[in-house]
């Protein structure tokens, strides 16, 4: 269900419905979403870019799409949240059960709790060397990072492009 990339791209435009779409079934993971910065690039918003994948219960679906919901009251300073620390970063970054972590590290933990949110982890889409998107990646069980996971990721991500 997209409602709607790479480390380094080519072109300002990724597509990034595309994007969340071939990772989230390349990686078999639950959901994706886009972080952005705001046009001064003081802030990470949440984007209309996000990605249900559709091999799913409905019960799954529901809970995601409420997740999101949630979701879209948040805005991120840089360093703040899972997205924030990667647009500092610039490098991908993965939580084993954004759960169980405090509120001051994952910003959504009581959301996640109530939605089955666990594993995430999200990388950067860099552009001229600015970070223009920030694409964050869920699932419904905690799990220890795997780096080919996240490899494969940033691959399917990067053959998408406007």
């Known amino acids: 269900m997209v409602n709607s990339v790479s480390t380094d791209i080519s072109m300002p435009h990724p597509d990034f419905a595309a994007a969340l779409s071939c990772v989230c079934q390349a990686i078999n993971w639950d959901y994706g979403e886009v972080w952005i910065p705001n046009p001064e690039t003081t ?31 948040f805005v991120l300073s840089i360093d703040q949240g899972l997205p924030g620390r990667i647009w500092r970063s610039r490098q991908p970054e993965w939580v084993n059960d954004v759960a ?63």
């Open 100 to 162: 169980t972590q405090p509120e001051d590290y994952f910003l959504r933990n009581q959301i996640a709790k109530a939605f089955n949110v666990k594993a995430g982890f999200g990388f950067p889409v860099v552009y001229d060397q600015a970070s223009i998107g920030i694409l964050v990646f869920f699932t419904d069980y905690a799990c220890e990072e795997d780096h080919c996971l996240v490899q494969v990721a940033i691959a399917a991500a990067t053959t998408y492009r406007a």
């Open 43 to 73: 802030l990470l918003e949440l984007s209309p870019f996000w990605y249900c994948h559709p091999n799913r219960s409905s019960d799954r679906l529901d809970a995601l799409e409420k997740f999101r919901a949630c979701s879209e009251q």
